[in-house]
């Protein structure tokens, strides 16, 4: 089996970059170890996990707005075996719509798991030998397990072992506070668990802007979900019915069932690499240029194997970039670009670009101006029912350069591309503050938020003078 280009790994980085090479007019092969296209994504990952998220915003829909509305439905009761049936029907829809896109391109997908055995060649377990003048590495991650004592019980499960969940668990303990685990609390917290997180820092989201971080901690505990801030889980007994978590000095918390959420590690094991020439690092993954090139001049690797962002939607973006340098087509993707950073979760954060921290630190704080407009201001979101949240504006003030754009509320999570155009624009707040935004939306108040940034505020009264 004779190709162009081998993509091995059939994720958001695997089968965009095996489209692309093919839209190119690469003979292109994608081989993918598991049942179905889409990886951790498609499979286990996003698409499931955000499925869960609507069903969630359905229930809170129904519990506090409907009747506002003059929706009269009654108190609403989840039924978890139609909504894992409704999860499987859009993760079943969706992959097949992968292979379906392969074979409208003309790539070849070969099952079964893919080993380099050179520069050259990859060897499919139980099938042929396929040979490959590029070959483009995207396995993706998996999720890590810390050496906690007790955590190979059955009863502690990673992302994949909670969506397989047939019953919504009583108790449930989430071990870290970052976005994959704080999403599981948001849903599971609307599906009537009585929900803990566990997180060695002092504070949720560690990595998103330290205000969005107090908003989700103070809605969390609004809600009555348990949150145990800069404790380490030491811990985990198996009593035979239910776990008993131990923390932070000497603290304990009994569950039904314990997800741990402590990050992602690169998929590069077991993959050949070493017969490739490829030099890796177990914990940050392949290394590559801009080009998505790794040590080997024709092998390029992309998402989370490469260790850049865990996240499907630079994959895809690195995905085509890779199959263009693999087909002769120069291309970059710059650690710079404008990434989106959405949450899911109930608030819905979002935010691209530099956070207020890091733009005070980088500029210096004399330099950084900030705006932020408050959704109860925003007659969109009053019809909604959906008040809670902001948007904040961040700008440098010599030039008004857009630096970043972080926020909190309803339909954040698609409002953000607004945010990402404008800073790979290298648009200023002024750009921002003056265009013209539909009303009554929820955009405004991403052009509001300039407004209040540059001290020309239209729908918050004027700050008193000290």
């Given amino acids: 089996m004779d190709f162009d280009v081998a993509v091995l790994g059939g994720g958001p980085g695997g089968y965009s970059a095996a489209i692309r090479a093919a839209q190119l007019g690469a003979r292109v092969v994608c081989i993918e170890k598991d049942a179905t296209l889409g990886g951790t994504c498609l499979n286990v990952g996003c698409i499931p996990t955000k499925a869960w998220v609507q069903t969630a915003h359905a229930i809170h829909d129904a519990e506090e707005t409907f009747a506002k509305l003059g929706v009269n439905v009654g108190v609403p009761q ?40 050179s ?49 919504v668990p009583g108790r449930l303990v989430i071990l870290g506070g970052g976005i994959i685990g704080s999403e599981f609390a948001s849903i599971f917290d609307r599906f009537d668990s009585e929900v803990t997180i566990i997180e060695m820092l002092p504070r949720l989201i560690p990595a998103e802007d330290d205000d969005a971080a107090k908003e989700l901690e103070k809605q969390f505990k609004k809600r009555g979900i348990s949150l145990q ?11 035979g019915s239910e776990l008993v978590v131990h923390f932070g000095d000497g603290e304990t918390v009994k569950a039904d069932l314990m997800l741990v959420a402590v990050g992602r590690a690169p998929l590069v094991e077991g993959l050949g690499l070493e017969a490739a020439g490829v030099t890796y690092d177990r914990r940050k993954g392949i290394a590559t240029d801009d080009h998505r090139r790794t040590s080997v ?19 895809f973006r690195e995905g085509e970039v890779a199959a263009e340098n693999a087909t002769g087509h120069p291309a970059t993707i710059e650690p710079g670009v404008a990434v989106p950073r959405p949450i899911y ?32 201001a925003n007659a969109r979101a009053a019809m909604m029912n959906d008040t809670t ?15 970043g754009l972080v926020m909190v509320g309803p339909h954040v999570t698609d409002l953000i591309e607004v945010g990402v155009v404008a800073l790979d624009a290298e648009a200023t707040v002024e750009t921002i503050a003056d265009g013209i935004a539909p009303h009554p939306t929820l955009s405004e108040a991403i052009k509001e938020a300039g407004l209040v940034a540059l001290g020309r505020a239209i729908h918050l009264p004027p700050k008193r003078k000290k």
Avoid at 143 to 159: A, F, M, Q, T, Y
Avoid at 229 to 239: H, N, P, R
Avoid at 297 to 315: K, P, R, S
Avoid at 346 to 367: D, S, W
Wanted: with cysteine; glycine share 14%.
């Fill in 389 to 403: 949240g902001w948007v904040k504006s961040i700008h440098e003030t010599k030039y008004g350069e857009l630096l």
């Fill in 229 to 239: 801030l800069g404790k380490q889980c030491t811990k985990v007994e198996d009593t």
């Fill in 78 to 117: 989840l039924d978890f075996a139609q909504s894992n049936v409704w999860k499987a029907g859009v993760v079943a829809g969706l992959t097949s719509g992968v292979a379906g896109l392969l074979k409208a391109n003309g790539v070849e997908w070969v099952k079964g798991k893919g080993t380099f055995t």
């Fill in 345 to 376: 979760t109930n608030p819905e954060i979002a935010g691209v670009g530099l956070t207020e921290t890091q733009a005070k630190e980088r500029y210096g704080a004399e330099n950084v101006a900030v705006g932020v407009f408050p959704l109860a």
């Fill in 297 to 315: 001049a024709n092998i390029y690797a992309v998402g989370d194997v490469a260790g850049v962002w865990q996240l499907a939607h630079t994959a």
């Fill in 119 to 167: 520069a050259t060649t990859i060897q499919v377990e139980g099938g042929e030998t396929v040979t490959f003048k590029s070959a483009i590495i995207a396995t993706g991650a998996f999720p890590v397990k810390p050496p906690i004592p007790g955590l190979d019980s059955p009863r502690c499960v990673d992302s994949t072992g909670l969506l397989g969940q047939t019953e």
